[in-house]
T-cell receptor
Framework: EPEVTQTPSHQVTQMGQEVILRCVPI?????FYWYRQILGQKVEFLVS????????KSEIFDDQFSVERPDGSNFTLKIRSTKLEDSAMYFC?????????FGQGTRLTVV | SQQGEEDPQALSIQEGENATMNCSYK?????LQWYRQNSGRGLVHLIL?????REKHSGRLRVTLDTSKKSSSLLITASRAADTASYFC????????FGQGTELSVKP
């Protein structure tokens, strides 16, 4: 069964560094998302991407964040100048329309 | 905001019992979805119910939707230890908005 894959599964980075989280969505899906889950808290929407552009973003998704679909398969989330509070699980999802298909997540730890 | 809020926040039951989780939301929706998350893992979609549907079944899962009350319930019948997980409702107007989740613990 097709699945969304995310790499790496765990990333440790120093405060102030830039990280790129990678996702390979399901190939025939049209909508792509990034979500974040801080430990013990709910899953929070960051950004949605459709037709090669951001369709919606939350107030969390400020200038520190950017997304890209550099080729036909990858979907990346870049976090510039990471802060301690960016430590969380980051989930990528893709959707043909309604249902979201989520990856296993990347655990980002900022030290 | 279109936010699903689940209750209870935590539920502990014995294997074989039924588990009922509730979700309330604030604004109009296209559909409501239930997801499951095993500890530290990704979310797996369980079931979707559209705004014009009142009840839906899938295996041991039964979902109801009351749009007049802006609420939904997820019933898991004959629970198993493997059902232990966090369960989230998510509402969809455009993006998916998740609630805080219900942590279900099923004891053997």
């Amino acid at each position: 069964e097709p699945e969304v894959t995310q790499t790496p599964s765990h990333q440790v980075t120093q405060m102030g560094q830039e990280v790129i989280l990678r996702c390979v969505p399901i190939s025939n899906h049209l909508y792509f998302y990034w979500y974040r889950q801080i430990l013990g808290q709910k899953v929070e929407f960051l950004v949605s991407f459709y037709n090669n552009e951001i369709s919606e973003k939350s107030e969390i998704f400020d200038d520190q964040f950017s997304v890209e679909r550099p080729d036909g398969s990858n979907f990346t989330l870049k976090i510039r100048s990471t802060k301690l509070e960016d430590s969380a699980m980051y989930f990528c999802a893709s959707s043909p329309g309604d249902l979201g298909f989520f990856g296993q997540g990347t655990r980002l730890t900022v030290v | 905001s279109q936010q699903g809020e689940e209750d209870p926040q935590a539920l502990s039951i014995q294997e074989g019992e039924n588990a009922t989780m509730n979700c309330s939301y604030k604004t109009s929706i296209n559909n409501l979805q239930w997801y499951r998350q095993n500890s530290g893992r990704g979310l797996v979609h369980l079931i979707l119910i559209r705004s014009n549907e009142r009840e839906k079944h899938s295996g041991r899962l039964r979902v109801t939707l009351d749009t007049s009350k802006k609420s939904s319930s997820l019933l898991i019948t004959a629970s198993r230890a493997a059902d232990t997980a966090s369960y989230f409702c998510a509402t969809r107007g455009g993006k998916l908005i998740f609630g805080q989740g219900t942590e279900l613990s099923v004891k053997p």
